[in-house]
């Protein structure tokens, strides 16, 4: 329960899938929530309506992060700010390049120049692993690798996995925050404009800042086409539907999948850390799985392994092979700690693709999967 003299926070962005559970979350531990989101189109449908899902004690300011005014008139009386505009996903940016350089880029400068006239407390902003490029690599020899890339003519090849300049295999280890950044796609150079902005107009300005650096999240509300882990609900939206699964490559890319309710805690947690001001921190579950492991995870919830995955053998522009998160300094700092084992997270994500197909299709009865109760972790 908010009193008046709970601290108000806004959430850019605050309406979209991690915004919304974020709301709950900071709603739930006493303070009062301001959103700024331009109910976007693509994340909101034409009608651009506030979501039936987000917490009705948020506030909504209905406004585009590059509108100084509107970003000002959303500012006034806010005590922290979380971060979280922007447009998302890799691939699109590749040929959106000056929407997304707009949105996450130029939106950033406008919210930081808005700060400058309404300081607050606290300044946390979501960045992506996207801006590691590949992860860590090391040898068998125990070499490390920092800047690993594939050629397009090893993909070609079907040659998946990465190799050494010798041309040796290497194989992926934990990404620490110390690791160097290699952006391989528009999305991700912006991503890390947002971080560099906020941490040097933050340090100039005495702005304490804090970067969350998120893997790929999943959870209820997810955009299907959310490149991170859309993939997910893609799979299980193809389960539900009778059809097999499309892995890329040979579906051995591994990543780190984190619940969207550990994501919100994290937030939480950035906040309220006194020693989490001007550090970079990755947030994940600390545990590595294949896209096909988590297919198989699926198929086994919606009681479908019967659908063999199809392997498309094809590589996506871009895309890397293996990311996988090291946590041990937002273990250390923030004290956060993953709640949420992918087997849990994947029954709660499947009974919401199921609903909403039921949803689209109108039909009462329910398919396969078993409705979880909400985790609450
Ligand atoms: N989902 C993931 O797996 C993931 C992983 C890494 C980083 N992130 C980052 O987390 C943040 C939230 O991502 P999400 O998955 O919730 O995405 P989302 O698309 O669901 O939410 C983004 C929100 O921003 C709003 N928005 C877009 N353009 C805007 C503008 N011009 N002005 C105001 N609001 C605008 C959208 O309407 C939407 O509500 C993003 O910064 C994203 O880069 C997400």
């Known amino acids: 329960m908010h009193t008046d003299t709970s601290p108000t926070l806004l959430i850019t962005g605050g309406a979209g899938f991690i915004g919304s559970h974020l709301t709950t979350e900071l709603l739930q531990h006493g303070y009062r929530v301001r959103i700024l989101d331009n109910l976007s189109p693509q994340v909101h449908g034409p009608e651009r309506q506030r979501p039936g899902h987000l917490d009705r004690r948020a506030e909504v300011f209905v406004g585009d992060i590059r509108d100084p005014h509107r970003v000002e008139e959303a500012l006034d009386g806010v005590d922290a700010v979380i971060h979280l505009a922007a447009v998302v996903g890799e691939r699109s940016s590749m040929y959106r390049i000056e929407k997304y350089m707009s949105v996450n880029t130029t939106g950033t400068a406008v919210l930081l120049e808005a700060l400058l006239d309404h300081p607050v407390e606290r300044l946390v902003v979501a960045s992506s692993s996207a801006v590691y490029g590949e992860g860590l690599y090391s040898s068998y020899n125990g070499a490390i690798f920092q800047n690993v890339r594939r050629s397009p003519a090893q993909t070609a090849r079907g040659d998946w996995e990465p190799r050494s300049p010798d041309g040796e295999v290497i194989y992926p280890l934990p990404t620490p925050e110390t690791k160097e950044v290699a ?64 892995l890329f490559e040979d579906g051995y890319q591994q990543r780190d999948f984190v619940s969207v309710y550990d994501v919100a805690r994290a937030f939480r947690l950035a906040l309220e850390t006194p020693r989490a001001a001007g550090g970079t921190f990755n947030i994940g579950s600390g545990r590595p799985y294949t896209f096909r492991t988590a297919a198989d995870m699926l198929a086994a919830i919606i009681r479908r392994q019967d659908l063999a995955p199809e392997v498309t053998g094809a590589c996506r522009v871009g895309e890397i092979r293996h990311c996988i998160a090291d946590i041990s300094r937002a273990r250390e700092v923030l004290g956060y700690a993953p709640k949420v084992p992918l087997e849990a997270g994947l029954l709660e994500l499947a009974a919401w693709v199921e609903a909403e197909i039921l949803e689209r299709r109108k039909v009462p009865s329910p398919l396969n999967v078993p409705v979880p109760s909400r985790l609450h972790v």
């Open 183 to 246: 952006p391989q796609s528009i999305y991700a150079v912006s991503k890390y404009d947002q971080e560099e902005m906020c941490r040097m107009i933050g340090e100039a300005y005495g702005i304490p800042t804090t970067v969350l650096r998120l893997f790929s999240v999943y959870g209820p509300h997810q955009g299907y086409a959310n490149p991170y882990s859309g993939m997910l609900a893609e799979y299980a939206s193809r389960l539900l539907q009778g059809l097999p699964v499309r």
